[in-house]
């Protein structure tokens, strides 16, 4: 079923994956914070932040965490709407008691269905993420209500990744640290942004 989808944030993350999903028949558009000119992919469009989620089936969230707090509200996502975290607390301060960025985008919220995904890898892979021999990156998922995070795998698969449900948002703070470990394969390891994660099975 064709689903529309709020991206938030017309960057790296929000244009990848915003690109995969137009490819599958999904509506996407962007909710944005200004009218500067963002190269969108085709069929897709950008809207003022205000109100951009009353009517989404799924809202992604790809903006620096910092700047999350002050949209949320401005989305206007009605009660039980399910949101997608694609950002890591990199370079900022959690507050006190605050496990993850998933949680302090929960508390920022109200009343809607955080999942944590999308955040373990490089945008790169995110737009065709299939890999020579026909693997897929690895793609975690956690969320507190399982039918958000089921539905969020679902579309993942759909979308080449190989998606698995891996329990409830406390798990999101491990996801976090899950993209600190790509960063240090990538970065201090010297594997570069193309390296991804992916889970192989010996039978
Ligand atoms: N890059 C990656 O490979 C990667 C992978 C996994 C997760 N992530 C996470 O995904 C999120 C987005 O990363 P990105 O690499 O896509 O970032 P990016 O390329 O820098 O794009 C950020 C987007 O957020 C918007 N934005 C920035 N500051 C804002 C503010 N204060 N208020 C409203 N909008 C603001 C920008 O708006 P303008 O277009 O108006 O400048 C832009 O559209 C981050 O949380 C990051 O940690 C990134």
């Known amino acids: 079923m064709a689903l529309t989808v709020t991206i938030v944030g ?12 137009v490819r599958l028949g999904h509506t996407v558009r962007y909710a944005v914070r200004s ?28 903006v620096p965490l910092s ?3 002050e ?12 949101v997608v975290d694609a950002t890591n607390p990199f370079g ?16 920022q919220a109200g009343d809607v269905r955080v999942v944590k995904a999308f955040n ?20 975690p998922v956690a969320a507190d209500d399982d039918l958000a995070r089921a539905k969020v795998v679902g579309l993942a698969r759909d979308m080449g990744f190989d998606a698995v449900e891996v329990g409830g948002l406390d798990n999101a703070s491990v996801l976090e640290e899950v ?5 240090l ?8 942004r193309d390296v991804v994660l992916v889970a192989e099975q010996r039978s």
């Open 10 to 21: 017309a960057g790296r993350v929000g244009l990848a994956l915003g690109t995969n999903l």
């Open 35 to 62: 009218s500067r000119e963002h190269r969108l992919p085709a069929g897709t469009e950008s809207v003022p932040v205000s109100g951009a989620s009353e009517d989404a089936d799924l809202t992604i969230l790809a």
């Open 67 to 69: 700047a999350v707090g």
């Open 71 to 82: 949209m949320v509200q401005a989305l206007r996502m009605p009660p039980g709407a399910i």
């Open 92 to 107: 900022q301060h959690l507050p006190d008691g605050v496990p993850s960025a998933a949680r302090l985008i929960e508390s």
């Open 120 to 139: 373990i890898l490089g945008s790169e892979h995110m737009t065709d993420p299939g890999l020579p021999g026909g693997r897929k990156p690895l793609l």
């Open 179 to 183: 993209a600190r470990f790509w960063g």
């Open 185 to 192: 394969l990538a970065f201090t390891g010297g594997r570069g």
